[in-house]
């Protein structure tokens, strides 16, 4: 199985190096457009192939999209990243072009594959992709729910102190910090609901937490995020790739569920071979409705803002 990840910087050479670490896939391609940079990071990553012990194969290219030809998932991680202070939303006017070209020169050398969009404000960079390619929405994923969703368990099992692998909480709504909605009434400890381990304070602080956790590290590292990011994805490239048909809160075109329509936004999927194989449409309370509808309502408004890019 061929995976091409665009955008050979932080997250898309961490992805990478998930990906062949965990033997995800067989072969790996990074393509950046700066000159070199996705071929060094591709031999690097092959180089800790004798000492890890994977054998996918992982090569690089300076924006030669036939090397790219016929990948059965492709991933968009080109563009900027945040710096301290800034929102991800205000990375729109660069975003946007590059998203755009990308998600067809990919679709041109793999006119079948799952595109998953990374680059940020990512539920607007799905919607675009998909928009501008026409593609089946099964085979549009934006990756951020898993990312917060493992975010919001780290959070929970330090205010439990118990460990994030006994934790099940998902992340749902968009992938902003005002639009995330951290679904503390379903978070469990091995079943258990978290309510039963923390007063409503600690959780509230949690939810709070989660909502900024790209924030949090941008300030802390001058930069977003990488590590978490990047496995993040490989996760959801597992899921595809290996049809595991696992329940991941992705960014998906909607039409309908959650009271939603023409927008791509944040709920529970499963996912497997085919992309997105189903929207899990679960019972929320009144307030998760109202958070949904809100959230919502914020990403439209970012969407608006891509009708130049669009037209
Ligand atoms: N959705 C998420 O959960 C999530 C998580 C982390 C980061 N992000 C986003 O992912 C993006 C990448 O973050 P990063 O930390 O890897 O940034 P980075 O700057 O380290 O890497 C981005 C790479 O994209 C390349 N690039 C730019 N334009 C390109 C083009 N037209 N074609 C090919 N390559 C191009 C750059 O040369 C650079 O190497 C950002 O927009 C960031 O906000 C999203
Ligand atoms: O925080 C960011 O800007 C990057 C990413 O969306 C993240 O959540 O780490």
């Known amino acids: ?43 690097d990553i092959s180089q800790c192939a004798t000492n890890t012990g994977f054998n996918t194969k992982v090569s690089g290219s300076t924006n030669d999209y036939a090397k790219t030809a016929n990948s059965d998932v492709v991933v968009i991680t080109s563009g900027i990243p945040r710096k301290p202070g800034m929102t991800r939303e ?24 799952i595109v998953v969009v990374v680059s940020n404000p990512m539920d607007t960079m799905t919607y ?6 026409g593609l089946p929405k099964n085979r549009i994923i934006g990756m951020g729910g898993a990312l917060d969703s493992s975010r919001f368990r780290y959070y929970l099992s330090k205010a439990l102190d118990v460990p994030s692998n006994d934790i ?26 978290v309510s039963q381990f923390a007063s409503q304070e600690v959780l509230d602080k949690v939810a709070a937490d989660t909502m900024v956790g790209g924030a949090t590290l941008t300030g802390l590292l001058g930069t977003s995020a990488w590590y978490a990011p990047g496995a993040s994805v490989a996760y959801l490239v597992d899921s595809i790739l290996n049809d595991q048909k696992k329940m991941i809160a992705c960014s998906v075109f909607l039409e309908g569920e959650y009271g939603q329509n023409d927008i791509c936004i944040g ?11 189903e929207i899990i449409d679960i019972n929320l309370n009144e307030s998760e409705k109202a958070a949904f509808a809100k ?17």
């Open 1 to 43: 199985m061929k995976v091409t990840i665009v955008g050979a910087g932080n997250v898309g050479a961490t992805c990478a190096d998930v990906i062949a670490y965990r033997g995800i896939a067989s072969e790996v391609v990074l393509l950046d457009i700066r000159e070199g940079f996705a071929e060094g990071k591709a031999m």
């Open 128 to 133: 675009l992709a998909l928009k501008a390619t």
């Open 295 to 311: 959230s919502a309502e914020a990403v439209r408004g970012m969407n608006a803002d891509l009708k130049s890019v669009l037209a």
């Open 168 to 193: 099940s909480a998902m992340v749902i709504g968009g992938h902003g910090d005002t639009t995330m909605i951290p679904l503390t009434r379903l978070a469990s400890y091995n079943g258990i609901p």
């Open 267 to 277: 709920v529970p999927c499963i996912i497997g071979k085919n992309g997105v194989e």
């Open 90 to 113: 205000e990375l729109i006017g660069i975003n946007a072009g590059i998203v755009k070209s990308v998600a067809e020169n990919v679709l041109a050398h793999s006119p079948n594959c």
